[in-house]
Structure formats: structure tokens, C-alpha cells
């Protein structure tokens, strides 16, 4: 029992240690930075992601019938675990391609979280995918 209240504090010192280097919201697992030292890094880097996007992007067969380009903005978190979360549309096009926009950034790998001091933390990410006919 003794146990569990100490390290109820210690997380709680550690959460408000972490609002204090630079928050941008908070959720019931991390603060979320949109600043930090070091960015999170794609798998295989900034080529790595390219590679994948060429590969692995499917111009949905609505917007090519409809001949929808344009460039989806896609939000999301890279925790501080590497993993990707709370992926949104923050601007669109439509006609499928807001979910494969999506669809891409879900499926993307394990990113190098960013730092901030040398300590990986959740950093807020905005990547732009385009879509040209």
C-alpha cells in the first residue's frame, strides 16, 4: 500500500515536471509537445518515408473518377514510445483520400520519438500528403 502512494507521487511529480518544460495538451497518458530539442524521425529517416508513401499510397478510385487533387494534412502524435496516435484530418480534399491520407500515417511504422533534454516525450506532428492525378 505504501508502495503504491509513493509511486502515485512520484508520478505525479513527473507529470508536473513535464507541464513545466513545454505543454501543449494534455491527455490521461503523456503531454504532448509541439516543440522539442530533436523531432521524431520516420522509419528509414525523411527518404525512408518517401519510399514508403510512393510504394504504399492508393489514389482512391472516387477521387481519380471525380479528378480530386490536392494536398490532405494529417495530424497525429508520435508518443514517446515511437508509436503513432491521434491521427486526424486537419485539412482535406475528399473523395477517399482524407482516409488514405489517414490510412498511411496508421500504418507507417514505429517512428524515433523526439526529445526534449535527451528524454523522448510525445511530440504533435503535421504531414502533408499530396494527391495529383
Same mark, same amino acid.
Given at each position: 500500500m505504501k508502495n503504491q502512494a509513493v509511486s502515485k507521487l512520484l508520478c505525479m511529480m513527473l507529470v508536473a515536471m513535464a507541464w513545466m518544460i513545454n505543454p501543449v495538451e494534455t491527455n490521461a497518458q503523456e503531454t504532448v509537445h509541439d516543440s522539442v530539442d530533436e523531432m521524431p524521425v520516420p522509419p528509414g529517416g525523411i527518404e525512408g518515408l518517401t519510399d514508403y508513401m510512393i510504394k504504399n499510397l492508393k489514389y482512391p478510385k472516387q477521387a481519380r473518377k471525380a479528378g480530386i487533387e490536392g494536398k490532405v494534412l494529417v495530424s497525429f502524435v508520435v508518443k514517446s514510445d515511437g508509436t503513432v496516435s491521434a491521427i486526424e484530418v486537419t485539412q482535406g480534399i475528399?473523395?477517399?483520400?482524407?482516409? +488514405?491520407?489517414?490510412?498511411?500515417? +496508421?500504418?507507417?511504422?514505429?517512428?524515433?520519438?523526439?526529445?526534449?533534454?535527451?528524454?523522448a516525450v510525445a511530440t504533435q506532428m503535421v504531414l502533408p500528403i499530396q494527391f495529383k492525378l
Open positions: 475528399g473523395g477517399g483520400c482524407d482516409a +488514405e491520407a489517414v490510412r498511411m500515417v +496508421e500504418n507507417s511504422g514505429v517512428w524515433t520519438p523526439g526529445k526534449q533534454g535527451g528524454v
